[in-house]
């Protein structure tokens, strides 16, 4: 498994060469949220969709 600097490095050596700093940020935070949620999911913490859909009702309100 790489290290965290590790995957930083590939992931801003994906970026196309004229991305802004804004983007590259961007990439960074979408990979942190896919690997906290893989986390959440293999740990059991997890909701089903209709609670989701609920819980989306009351903030409407």
């Known amino acids: 498994m790489d290290s965290i600097k590790e995957q930083m490095t590939r992931i801003i050596r994906e970026q196309p060469d004229d991305s802004s700093?804004?983007?590259?940020l961007r990439e960074l935070?979408?990979?942190?949220?896919?690997?906290?949620?893989?986390?959440d999911s293999q740990s059991k913490r997890t909701i089903s969709n209709d609670e989701m859909k609920h819980r989306i009702r009351r903030w409407r309100k």
């Open 29 to 39: 935070a979408f990979a942190r949220m896919i690997e906290r949620g893989l986390e």
């Open 21 to 24: 700093y804004d983007e590259i």
